[in-house]
Structures are given as structure tokens and as C-alpha cells.
């Protein structure tokens, strides 16, 4: 299966993690960051940015982002980027496409989780290593 369509995937599992969760408390040294502005081109892809750290992954480990904007309580999940857990700082992006005019520039609230895939008992099951919410600009492309 490409990679694309599972990064795709990864966002809207992620959103749902972050709408379902309890909010998860990152280990010594796991850490996630929002950049302050996000972006959006006129065909409705946001891209999110930030940073990320995480130690000792056993399983494949991935960012992924959703995004809100008020009066709408929808969030959308955006893309998922894979994340390498050995202890350094890294840029994290990812972007996804939102049906057009559903998101205009101007405040949001994005939502991110470092998410890695753990093998539990044949079934890979979700490890959120760090979240993070934020308010962000959104700007035109």
C-alpha cells in the first residue's frame, strides 16, 4: 500500500484519538510543539508546522494534526508525518486537503499528537508520546 494514503488515514485516526482520548501525559523528554501560523492554498490544503522529540519507539511513530475553526465544531484531520524517536528535535509538517471554503484565513485551533503504532498482541495500537493544542493564524497561500 503507497504511503500517502496511510499518512492520509493517520490524520483523521488521529483526530479521532485526540476527540476520544484521555489526555495523555508525555514521558521524560517527549515533547511537541505548533508553529503559530498555519497555511491554506486556494484549493483548501492546510499545512501545519512545528517540532517534535521522542525516545525509544517500538513501533512506527507519526505526527498527525487536526484543525478547527469557530463557529464549527468539525475538526479535520491533516495528513500525518512519520516521526524518528531518537531523542533529537526535529521539524514536523503535514498537509491534507479540506473540502473547498470549508476553512477561511484568519484563528484556528490546531490539535497535533506524536502517535506511535505498538504491536499489542498482533494489533497495532496507538501510543500518544506527546499532544499539543494551539490557537494559530491560518494565512493564504
Known amino acids: 500500500m503507497p504511503l500517502r494514503p496511510v499518512l492520509g488515514a493517520l490524520g483523521a485516526a488521529t483526530a479521532a484519538v485526540l476527540a476520544l482520548s484521555t489526555p495523555a501525559t ?15 492554498s486556494a484549493d483548501g490544503t492546510v499545512t501545519n508546522y ?52 470549508r476553512l477561511t484565513p484568519g484563528p484556528a485551533r490546531v490539535e497535533a499528537a506524536l502517535v506511535e503504532l505498538r504491536p499489542h498482541n498482533g ?7 506527546a499532544s499539543h493544542e494551539r490557537n494559530v493564524v491560518l494565512v493564504e497561500d
Open 50 to 101: 512545528g517540532t517534535y522529540r521522542c525516545f525509544d519507539a517500538s513501533g512506527p511513530a507519526f505526527v498527525g494534526a487536526a484543525i478547527s475553526q469557530d463557529p464549527s465544531a468539525t475538526r479535520y484531520g491533516i495528513g500525518g508525518t512519520r516521526a524518528v524517536c531518537d531523542g533529537a528535535y526535529h521539524r514536523w509538517h503535514d498537509s491534507g486537503t479540506v473540502t473547498s471554503n
Open 26 to 40: 508525555a514521558a521524560p523528554g517527549d515533547n511537541l510543539t505548533i508553529d503559530q501560523t498555519a497555511r491554506l
Open 123 to 129: 494489533l497495532p495500537l496507538p501510543h500518544i508520546h
